[in-house]
């Protein structure tokens, strides 16, 4: 079956560093991905809709300055924390979907600012 | 806007019982999904609902829907231990795969 992978699984950074989180789509193209926060106990949160070779679309209330999305190619998505604070401290999911095929999700990274 | 609820946040049940997780969501969605997530892990998808009446069953759980009541179900059966988890629905418009995802229910199974 299709499987997104993301990388890496877990990572601490210091306050004031940035952090390049990757989405890849292994065994399909996906001409869209999808980046989704997620706090402890809390619910999923779209945070920006990811289309290859083009601008991605933020949702309401994302810095698009802080959080860098690019797609580069039909496998690969990146998001980058950028100036990451504690706050930034989350559970990042991604997804992916080839055309008329369902969503697959990531393993998810989870993020540590100190 | 699609606003997703689920109730209840939290559950506690013993091993063998029965109990209903429901999801209710605000505006019109032309698919609705639930998924299972076990602390730490992603999201594992469950089921996909596309249409009124439409019930799927994968071992205990039972998911189904009514598109005119905007509500969806889980229905758990005789539950065991391996059950534990957070349960996530999700619904969105066809042709678009932004989901909207429910508030989650923390299922706890007591042996």
């Known amino acids: 079956g299709a499987v997104v992978s993301q990388h890496p699984s877990w990572v601490i950074c210091k306050s004031g560093t940035s952090v390049k989180i990757e989405c890849r789509s292994l065994d399909f193209q996906a001409t869209t991905m999808f980046w989704y926060r997620q706090f402890p106990k809390q619910s999923l949160m779209l945070m920006a809709t990811s289309n290859e070779g083009s601008k991605a679309t933020y949702e309401q209330g994302v810095e698009k300055d802080k959080f860098l999305i690019n797609h580069a190619s039909l496998t690969l998505s990146t998001l980058t924390v950028t100036s990451a604070h504690p706050e930034d401290s989350s559970f990042y999911i991604c997804s992916a979907r080839a055309a008329s095929s369902p969503l697959h999700f990531g393993n998810g990274t989870r993020l540590t600012v100190t | ?111």
């Open chain 2, 1 to 111: 806007e699609l606003k997703v609820e689920q109730n209840p946040l939290f559950l506690s049940m013993q091993e063998g019982k029965n109990y209903t997780i429901y999801c209710n969501y605000s505006t019109t969605s032309d698919r609705l999904y639930w998924y299972r997530q076990d602390p730490g892990k992603s999201l594992e998808s469950l089921f996909v609902l596309l249409s009124n009446g439409a019930v799927k069953q994968e071992g205990r759980l039972m998911a189904s829907l009514d598109t005119k009541a905007r509500l969806s179900t889980l229905h758990i059966t005789a539950a065991v231990h391996d059950l534990s988890a957070t349960y996530f629905c999700a619904g969105g418009p066809f042709g678009n795969e932004k989901l909207t995802f429910g508030t989650g229910t923390r299922l706890t199974i007591i042996p």
